[in-house]
């Protein structure tokens, strides 16, 4: 066997050209990585690293944290993984501990890490890259030690556990727990100090697959993580419990494209597995010390489980060895309780300079004779059933996992008294609502006062949040047992009192509310308002939820960074006024008033292309009945009157756009009365709906009465898509119904013009960055294009418009609201995902990027503006992954959700984004098919009148190469398919139709199989 380096290079030399690393936009393929490493190592080589020397590494994740982990070995040192995140006193200690000689990091974490030898990879960019791409031919043994991962040290330090090259090769080649295939993509979640970090990074490279890694802001928000396991098409996956079941709480459907969810940190509940809907292809449980190399046993899911309660930790991974003994070293009986003692090759090589812990819990192995094997005392209490698989019963020692993280109650213990107002201190494991969290009770000197929130401040100077007890409970004394020890059965016992409150502890009403909603989300009896939500057992995901649920209850606009620099509810209070300027309402006049995100591109697009009346928006309202034309000429001036923007202009001086509301505007209802000649209504029915506007001058809205007949009328109304939107559309035609009854309508307080002053104030900062960071996970860095076979391929995008129109009987409409409701989804959303197959089977694609419209009134004020508010988001459907018509829709619920809810990000700052580069006048950057759905619509009531609508009509114009429309008509569905007429054929849009209707028929048969 040789060393992990080693084996790495030769499937650098297999697979040069293969991917090997990818994060964000940075793609690395194995040559790309192991000619970094190469440079890197000869640097590292000139600073003293040889065999055995440290090596620390302090970055985040990134793909920077695999090009130093391999140069440090290729320099033939051990790397020693530093966790920025740490607070630095930790650092220190850690680092000395380990007698590192030199550190890697960056800018961002150079002054955390004091060392006289600091390799900046920031700084020293240019010299590294100066080095030789060739490698330093540096061998390692398969005894040698490669890293040092440090864990909880129940003495009140860190202890380091050092590892061999042999142990991370048992771990990941020719395994019997999963096989990580080349091509095979594994995601990186871990930071690189946490254990799971040795599979995530050498499972696939020496494997010949690539390491996906994933922002700590991908991790936090579940959504993004979905969007991104789905779009990169992520086989395999490592998460703690605790992190799965945070997420699997809040997106059941998260891990659903996976082949292989690898769960373990803490015991796995049956009851939470049963909540994924729907499972990866495999979950697997699995069981291990920091000091066996990450997994020891796994335990094996391709189903639901069985049976309730904890999950099995199963069997042993290939190449360890399991027992389980009494007291006196014996194995027990099958289903009796024992110690774990693990053996094989994963067991490490013992603690950094502490020989007699080393001999304590790495004793010799008593049932092999091979020299000097040893076996690794667990400290865990288990029974093996019958059939070989372990059960895990309970911890033996004062060592705990919470949140997947291994913590030494001595350690805790030990900081706590290092306090000066502490005499005595003990800590415990307390369990609340189905969640555990440490609770420290405190004996304080005499004279002394202790408060939690100062014992808090000073454990967080030397011990890592999770280490950081949730509640401080002041005792005169310590309860003791009969020999004299503290009795920690009778404080598990005894219920955490309520403490008094603190000095400023006193809650405003608002505090109150926050204080409720942390105990909620932490699932926690009881939070102060001074108490940390991190310290109390909050971790990201919990975050995120929080903050949705506070913004829910208060109306507020809490961001996700407000409770990470405050994480209490009396910090996070302060940011719930702070919204008030910036949620929308009426806003002071500039002098040039500018437009919102969709009026700017609707204006530019009508710059780069004059004259042209692909923006329209024409409706028809069929009116049959006696109809009071002046009442209804009335009524539609009213309208006008009552909203700012149908009285709208965009002059642009200067080439400068800007918004002028004129003060009053009589739209000429043109009254024709042609029921002498309805062909000709159809005539000038088209050519009213295809005349262009004039954006500088307006109106932008023009109506015609068309006389059919004696008690027959056609009410044409004609709008430039800069001033109205589907949604505004409602809201003109109903208010149009009452006005003509005569009703009276309160004054609108709210005009787009407004909307579009504060949507540019509150679209910047932490806002956008946050829309972005959603976005940029969800559809990556390269979009793909979408290649139509057209019809006539050479020619020109000239959007010269058509379109073809065909219905959906009601038989088939109701099998596809029966298969809707099966699977927890909108109607809207099985038409796109079979809208979205069939592309994809007709132009040979594994991924179909779709743009569909979204209403863009995410605050509630917004819902009775009139304007153009609305926005394009793309939903990405990758075909490949998706191997039945359930699992693709499972996919499009979750990626539709996730545009809905972060659909604020307006389309041409995505483009900027994300867009590849085309001329400007492309308005297809990111998709070439738009897909859009309207459910029944309301219809205006006329007195004495029968009123029929109708949106649009034949056009000779097209926004998209296809555009899908399907409208809800009473039990049935009608499509329209708009078309470019440059590019397809009158048969070829029918044929999309048929074959729209075909698919809709053929999932609907699938579903029921």
């Given at each position: 066997?040789?060393?992990?380096?080693?084996?790495?290079?030769?499937?650098?030399?297999?697979?040069?050209?293969?991917?090997?690393?990818?994060?964000?936009?940075?793609?690395?393929?194995?040559?790309?990585?192991?000619?970094?490493?190469?440079?890197?190592?000869?640097?590292?080589?000139?600073?003293?690293?040889?065999?055995?020397?440290?090596?620390?590494?302090?970055?985040?994740?990134?793909?920077?944290?695999?090009?130093?982990?391999?140069?440090?070995?290729?320099?033939?040192?051990?790397?020693?993984?530093?966790?920025?995140?740490?607070?630095?006193?930790?650092?220190?200690?850690?680092?000395?501990?380990?007698?590192?000689?030199?550190?890697?990091?960056?800018?961002?974490?150079?002054?955390?890490?004091?060392?006289?030898?600091?390799?900046?990879?920031?700084?020293?960019?240019?010299?590294?890259?100066?080095?030789?791409?060739?490698?330093?031919?540096?061998?390692?043994?398969?005894?040698?030690?490669?890293?040092?991962?440090?864990?909880?040290?129940?003495?009140?330090?860190?202890?380091?556990?050092?590892?061999?090259?042999?142990?991370?090769?048992?771990?990941?080649?020719?395994?019997?727990?999963?096989?990580?295939?080349?091509?095979?993509?594994?995601?990186?979640?871990?930071?690189?100090?946490?254990?799971?970090?040795?599979?995530?990074?050498?499972?696939?490279?020496?494997?010949?697959?690539?390491?996906?890694?994933?922002?700590?802001?991908?991790?936090?928000?579940?959504?993004?993580?979905?969007?991104?396991?789905?779009?990169?098409?992520?086989?395999?996956?490592?998460?703690?419990?605790?992190?799965?079941?945070?997420?699997?709480?809040?997106?059941?459907?998260?891990?659903?494209?996976?082949?292989?969810?690898?769960?373990?940190?803490?015991?796995?509940?049956?009851?939470?597995?049963?909540?994924?809907?729907?499972?990866?292809?495999?979950?697997?449980?699995?069981?291990?010390?920091?000091?066996?190399?990450?997994?020891?046993?796994?335990?094996?899911?391709?189903?639901?489980?069985?049976?309730?309660?904890?999950?099995?930790?199963?069997?042993?991974?290939?190449?360890?060895?399991?027992?389980?003994?009494?007291?006196?070293?014996?194995?027990?009986?099958?289903?009796?309780?024992?110690?774990?003692?693990?053996?094989?090759?994963?067991?490490?090589?013992?603690?950094?300079?502490?020989?007699?812990?080393?001999?304590?819990?790495?004793?010799?192995?008593?049932?092999?004779?091979?020299?000097?094997?040893?076996?690794?005392?667990?400290?865990?209490?288990?029974?093996?059933?019958?059939?070989?698989?372990?059960?895990?019963?309970?911890?033996?020692?004062?060592?705990?996992?919470?949140?997947?993280?291994?913590?030494?109650?001595?350690?805790?213990?030990?900081?706590?008294?290092?306090?000066?107002?502490?005499?005595?201190?003990?800590?415990?494991?307390?369990?609340?609502?189905?969640?555990?969290?440490?609770?420290?009770?405190?004996?304080?000197?005499?004279?002394?006062?202790?408060?939690?929130?100062?014992?808090?401040?000073?454990?967080?100077?030397?011990?890592?949040?999770?280490?950081?007890?949730?509640?401080?409970?002041?005792?005169?004394?310590?309860?003791?047992?009969?020999?004299?020890?503290?009795?920690?059965?009778?404080?598990?016992?005894?219920?955490?009192?309520?403490?008094?409150?603190?000095?400023?502890?006193?809650?405003?009403?608002?505090?109150?509310?926050?204080?409720?909603?942390?105990?909620?989300?932490?699932?926690?009896?009881?939070?102060?308002?001074?108490?940390?939500?991190?310290?109390?057992?909050?971790?990201?995901?919990?975050?995120?939820?929080l903050v949705a649920r506070a913004n829910e209850l208060l109306g507020?606009?809490?961001?996700?960074?407000?409770?990470?620099?405050?994480?209490?509810?009396?910090?996070?209070?302060?940011?719930?006024?702070?919204?008030?300027?910036?949620?929308?309402?009426?806003?002071?006049?500039?002098?040039?008033?500018?437009?919102?995100?969709?009026?700017?591109?609707?204006?530019?697009?009508?710059?780069?292309?004059?004259?042209?009346?692909?923006?329209?928006?024409?409706?028809?309202?069929?009116?049959?009945?006696?109809?009071?034309?002046?009442?209804?000429?009335?009524?539609?001036?009213?309208?006008?009157?009552?909203?700012?923007?149908?009285?709208?202009?965009?002059?642009?001086?200067?080439?400068?756009?800007?918004?002028?509301?004129?003060?009053?505007?009589?739209?000429?209802?043109?009254?024709?009365?042609?029921?002498?000649?309805?062909?000709?209504?159809?005539?000038?029915?088209?050519?009213?709906?295809?005349?262009?506007?004039?954006?500088?001058?307006?109106?932008?809205?023009?109506?015609?009465?068309?006389?059919?007949?004696?008690?027959?009328?056609?009410?044409?109304?004609?709008?430039?898509?800069?001033?109205?939107?589907?949604?505004?559309?409602?809201?003109?035609?109903r208010e149009l119904g009452e006005l003509y009854s005569g009703k009276?309508?309160?004054?609108?307080?709210?005009?787009?013009?407004?909307?579009?002053?504060?949507?540019?104030?509150?679209?910047?900062?932490?806002?956008?960055?946050?829309?972005?960071?959603?976005?940029?996970?969800?559809?990556?860095?390269?979009?793909?294009?979408?290649?139509?076979?057209?019809?006539?391929?050479?020619?020109?995008?000239?959007?010269?418009?058509?379109?073809?129109?065909?219905?959906?009987?009601?038989?088939?409409?109701?099998?596809?609201?029966?298969?809707?409701?099966?699977?927890?989804?909108?109607?809207?959303m099985t038409l796109l995902a079979a809208f979205q197959r069939q592309?994809?089977?007709?132009?040979?694609?594994?991924?179909?990027?779709?743009?569909?419209?979204?209403?863009?009134?995410?605050?509630?004020?917004?819902?009775?503006?009139?304007?153009?508010?609305?926005?394009?988001?793309?939903?990405?459907?990758?075909?490949?992954?998706?191997?039945?018509?359930?699992?693709?829709?499972?996919?499009?619920?979750?990626?539709?959700?996730?545009?809905?809810?972060?659909?604020?990000?307006?389309?041409?700052?995505?483009?900027?984004?994300?867009?590849?580069?085309?001329?400007?006048?492309?308005?297809?950057?990111?998709?070439?098919?738009?897909?859009?759905?309207?459910?029944?619509?309301?219809?205006?009531?006329?007195?004495?009148?029968?009123?029929?609508?109708?949106?649009?009509?034949?056009?000779?114009?097209?926004?998209?190469?296809?555009?899908?429309?399907?409208?809800?008509?009473?039990?049935?569905?009608?499509?329209?398919?708009?078309?470019?007429?440059?590019?397809?054929?009158?048969?070829?849009?029918?044929?999309?139709?048929?074959?729209?209707?075909?698919?809709?028929?053929?999932?609907?048969?699938?579903?029921?199989?």
């Amino acid at each position: 066997m040789t060393g992990v380096h080693e084996l790495f290079e030769r499937r650098a030399d297999q697979h040069p050209e293969a991917p090997a690393v990818e994060f964000g936009e940075r793609r690395l393929t194995y040559r790309q990585l192991d000619e970094a490493a190469n440079r890197l190592a000869h640097h590292l080589r000139g600073l003293g690293t040889k065999p055995g020397v440290r090596v620390g590494i302090c970055l985040e994740r990134s793909a920077d944290v695999a090009i130093s982990v391999l140069a440090v070995l290729k320099a033939g040192g051990v790397y020693v993984p530093l966790d920025p995140e740490y607070p630095p006193e930790r650092l220190a200690y850690m680092a000395d501990d380990a007698g590192v000689s030199v550190v890697v990091t960056n800018e961002r974490n150079r002054e955390l890490v004091v060392r006289e030898r600091v390799v900046d990879l920031d700084r020293d960019r240019r010299e590294i890259d100066g080095h030789s791409p060739a490698r330093l031919h540096a061998t390692a043994s398969a005894e040698a030690p490669a890293f040092v991962l440090y864990t909880s040290g129940s003495t009140g330090r860190p202890k380091g556990v050092l590892t061999a090259h042999r142990s991370v090769v048992r771990l990941v080649c020719d395994t019997n727990y999963l096989r990580v295939e080349p091509g095979d993509r594994v995601a990186q979640g871990s930071s690189c100090s946490f254990d799971p970090l040795t599979f995530e990074l050498w499972g696939p490279l020496l494997n010949g697959g690539s390491v996906v890694v994933l922002a700590k802001e991908v991790m936090v928000d579940p959504d993004a993580l979905a969007a991104v396991l789905r779009r990169t098409g992520i086989a395999v996956m490592f998460m703690t419990t605790s992190a799965f079941y945070a997420v699997v709480r809040a997106r059941p459907d998260t891990f659903a494209s996976l082949r292989e969810l690898i769960v373990g940190g803490e015991a796995l509940e049956a009851a939470r597995v049963r909540e994924l809907a729907p499972p990866p292809g495999r979950l697997i449980n699995v069981y291990g010390p920091t000091e066996t190399t990450t997994f020891a046993t796994w335990f094996d899911l391709t189903g639901p489980p069985e049976d309730d309660g904890i999950l099995p930790i199963g069997t042993p991974v290939a190449g360890t060895e399991t027992y389980v003994l009494d007291e006196r070293g014996e194995p027990v009986a099958p289903g009796e309780v024992g110690e774990l003692y693990i053996g094989g090759a994963g067991v490490g090589v013992g603690y950094l300079g502490r020989p007699v812990l080393t001999a304590e819990k790495f004793v010799p192995h008593p049932f092999t004779e091979r020299a000097g094997a040893r076996l690794y005392r667990t400290g865990d209490h288990v029974r093996r059933r019958p059939d070989g698989v372990l059960e895990f019963v309970r911890r033996i020692d004062g060592q705990v996992k919470i949140r997947g993280f291994r913590i030494e109650i001595g350690e805790v213990e030990a900081r706590l008294k290092e306090h000066p107002a502490v005499r005595t201190a003990a800590v415990v494991v307390a369990e609340f609502q189905g969640g555990r969290r440490l609770v420290a009770y405190v004996v304080p000197e005499p004279g002394q006062r202790t408060a939690a929130v100062d014992l808090r401040a000073f454990l967080h100077q030397s011990l890592p949040g999770y280490m950081v007890p949730s509640d401080f409970v002041t005792l005169d004394a310590l309860p003791l047992s009969a020999n004299g020890k503290v009795d920690r059965a009778a404080l598990r016992a005894a219920p955490v009192p309520e403490v008094a409150a603190e000095p400023g502890a006193s809650a405003t009403p608002v505090e109150e509310v926050l204080t409720e909603v942390f105990a909620d989300v932490l699932e926690v009896p009881r939070v102060r308002p001074d108490d940390d939500f991190f310290a109390l057992g909050g971790d990201s995901l919990r975050a995120t939820r929080l903050v949705a649920r506070a913004n829910e209850l208060l109306g507020s606009r809490i961001l996700l960074r407000d409770l990470l620099s405050g994480p209490n509810p009396r910090a996070l209070a302060t940011h719930v006024g702070d919204d008030a300027g910036t949620a929308p309402g009426p806003r002071p006049r500039p002098e040039l008033v500018p437009l919102s995100f969709a009026q700017q591109r609707l204006w530019f697009m009508d710059q780069v292309e004059p004259g042209t009346s692909r923006y329209n928006v024409p409706i028809t309202l069929s009116l049959k009945g006696k109809l009071d034309r002046l009442a209804l000429a009335d009524a539609l001036d009213e309208v006008v009157a009552r909203h700012e923007a149908l009285r709208t202009t965009f002059p642009s001086p200067k080439g400068r756009p800007r918004q002028v509301v004129a003060d009053e505007l009589h739209v000429d209802l043109n009254w024709t009365d042609l029921s002498d000649d309805p062909g000709e209504a159809a005539r000038l029915t088209i050519e009213d709906g295809n005349a262009p506007f004039d954006l500088a001058t307006g109106p932008l809205v023009r109506a015609r009465l068309i006389r059919l007949g004696e008690d027959e009328h056609r009410l044409l109304l004609v709008f430039h898509h800069i001033v109205i939107d589907a949604w505004s559309l409602d809201i003109v035609l109903r208010e149009l119904g009452e006005l003509y009854s005569g009703k009276s309508l309160a004054p609108v307080t709210l005009q787009c013009a407004d909307h579009a002053i504060w949507q540019r104030e509150w679209l910047r900062g932490e806002v956008l960055d946050d829309l972005l960071r959603y976005w940029r996970a969800a559809l990556g860095t390269e979009v793909p294009t979408l290649d139509l076979p057209y019809d006539k391929p050479g020619s020109r995008e000239g959007f010269r418009g058509a379109t073809a129109v065909r219905g959906i009987d009601a038989a088939l409409v109701r099998e596809l609201r029966a298969l809707s409701r099966r699977h927890g989804v909108t109607l809207y959303m099985t038409l796109l995902a079979a809208f979205q197959r069939q592309l994809g089977r007709w132009a040979g694609a594994d991924e179909v990027v779709v743009g569909t419209p979204i209403a863009g009134r995410t605050a509630p004020e917004l819902r009775s503006v009139v304007g153009c508010l609305i926005n394009m988001v793309p939903v990405r459907a990758n075909l490949a992954t998706a191997p039945d018509f359930a699992s693709l829709l499972s996919n499009v619920r979750a990626d539709t959700l996730g545009a809905f809810a972060h659909q604020d990000l307006p389309f041409d700052r995505l483009v900027e984004e994300l867009g590849p580069r085309r001329r400007p006048r492309d308005f297809m950057p990111l998709f070439r098919v738009m897909f859009s759905f309207l459910d029944a619509r309301e219809l205006p009531e006329f007195p004495g009148v029968e009123v029929g609508y109708r949106l649009g009509w034949p056009q000779n114009a097209a926004q998209f190469a296809l555009s899908l429309v399907v409208e809800v008509a009473g039990p049935e569905l009608k499509t329209t398919l708009q078309y470019d007429s440059d590019r397809f054929t009158p048969e070829t849009a029918m044929a999309v139709l048929d074959g729209f209707e075909r698919t809709l028929r053929g999932v609907t048969e699938e579903d029921s199989r």
